[in-house]
């Protein structure tokens, strides 16, 4: 169930990033507390979480992260930049040569595995260009046991750094049950329209349970109504 709605997930913010990988995996952190957990510390001009979020924000915007797109954070020195763009490179060399290509329900779907067997909510972004290669993978948003808060800002903050065509959503549901709720139709128009009026479109909305998946495009609930 996607809510627009606040609301504090009290034992998720007591726990460092480090705690939190124990408790409930590292897929629970979000990109600011990975890199939290890679540099460890904060510096006497900025705290760990400002640095953290500092970072993630340069990521995002350049393609290809340089030792110096970095140095001119405050608080990062050559230890923590190093360490970074080396975490970087350790994944980029881990990745299979080739973006994969989402053109079916089922390639999508093997993108989304994780999420069948997390106890909370995730909302996830998949980002496609124009030939429908996946960019980026997001996690935009973890909630509670049936519920998550998220916004089409949360959504679209990314695609003035990458060539975005297309987006794709999905997001779990830990109750085993993977039809929408009125809360996640209203939520996926709502994207729709908001992409539509960003020059993209919203491919497919798909919510994945334990032993079932429910696709929005594949149940012809995307299209306006006329």
Request: net charge positive.
């Amino acid at each position: 169930m996607v809510m627009e709605t606040h609301f504090h997930f009290k034992d998720s913010l007591l726990l460092l990033p480090r705690e939190k990988i124990e408790s409930q995996g590292v897929l629970s952190l979000t990109t600011e507390e990975l890199i939290h957990t890679i540099i460890g510390s904060g510096s006497r001009l900025q705290n760990v979480q400002t640095l953290a979020k500092k970072i993630s924000q340069k990521m995002q915007q350049k393609k290809t992260l340089q030792l110096n797109d970095l140095l001119i954070i405050k608080g990062v020195g050559k230890a923590k930049a190093c360490q970074i763009i080396a975490a970087v490179e350790l994944v980029e060399r881990m990745r299979p040569i080739g973006s994969p290509v989402l053109d079916s329900l089922q390639k999508v779907l093997l993108q989304l595995s994780e999420l069948r067997f997390l106890p909370r909510e995730h909302i996830v972004c998949l980002y496609l260009n124009a030939r429908m290669q996946l960019l980026l993978k997001e996690t935009i948003s973890i909630g509670s046991v049936n519920q998550s808060v998220i916004s089409p800002r949360d959504i679209f903050s990314v695609i003035k750094y990458h060539p975005v065509s297309y987006l794709i959503l999905a997001h779990n549901h830990p109750s085993g049950v993977a039809l929408p709720s009125q809360e996640d139709i209203f939520f996926t128009q709502t994207t729709r329209d908001a992409g539509h009026l960003l020059g993209l479109e919203l491919l497919d909305h798909v919510i994945v349970a334990k032993e079932e998946h429910y696709s929005f495009r594949e149940q012809r609930t995307l299209q306006e109504k006329s």
